[in-house]
């Protein structure tokens, strides 16, 4: 996260007190398959959080009825389905240079105080920051549609493409992709290193097991 500038370690500012800085905690986990994970997230229970003004918080999900359709069309037409799993994806979009960033409390294992002055952390897209999600859409989004996908009318989250006749859908539902093609489809296997070389990302291909 400090790599990413997700976090950024500054002097705590004078005129803001301990009350007003954001909580910050590190969730551990242990996953189905073994593997373990940590996460950490903001907390915007306590402390002061800005901007004041957060309008629009959301990172929109695909609506059911547009996965059983191409769940049904896929069947159908004997094709494929794939999917990935964007790391850490909130944290892969910019923070808007016009908004100031929340401040943080020093994460559980990071020393407060240095040369005796006590600091805290500007937070960017970190999970839990209201305004994260909503980040990330937008810089998904735009990379969708200058890579060449038209958004369809009827469901934000699906994106779609057709050559000759090979076919490509995909759909996020925040951070989760999944995509429905054609067999053996160069417009999956062309999208995927594009965007493999754009944002750090899981590529599950057709060895899919579950879809959130």
Not at 79 to 91: C, L, M, N, R
Not at 98 to 126: A, M
Not at 146 to 166: I, M, N, V, W, Y
Not at 167 to 192: G, K, M, P, Q
Request: proline letters at 5%.
């Amino acid at each position: 996260l400090f790599l990413k500038e997700v976090l950024h370690l500054v002097p705590l500012p004078p005129e803001v007190s301990r009350k007003e800085v954001l909580s910050l905690a590190t969730l551990y986990v242990v996953k189905s398959d073994g593997r373990y994970k940590a996460r950490t997230v903001l907390s915007c229970g306590k402390g002061k959080l800005d901007p004041a003004d957060i309008g629009s918080t959301y990172s929109p999900t695909a609506r059911a009825t547009t996965m059983r359709l191409l769940c049904a069309l896929i069947a159908e037409l004997q094709g494929e389905i794939s999917g990935g799993d964007v790391k850490q994806a909130y944290g892969q979009a910019p923070w808007p240079k016009n908004l100031q960033k929340s401040l943080g409390r020093v994460p559980l294992g990071y020393d407060t105080f240095y040369n005796g002055i006590e600091h805290c952390v500007e937070v960017g897209n970190l999970y839990g920051h209201p305004l994260a999600g909503r980040h990330w859409w937008k810089t998904f989004l735009q990379w969708m549609l200058a890579d060449g996908f038209t958004q369809s009318e009827h469901d934000p989250c699906l994106f779609f493409r057709f050559r000759e006749k090979d076919f490509l859908f995909v759909i996020v539902y925040v951070d989760d992709i999944i995509a429905f093609h054609t067999e053996n489809s160069a417009l999956r296997a062309e999208w995927a290193v594009r965007f493999g070389k754009t944002f750090e990302w899981t590529d599950f291909g057709t060895d899919l097991h579950d879809f959130l």
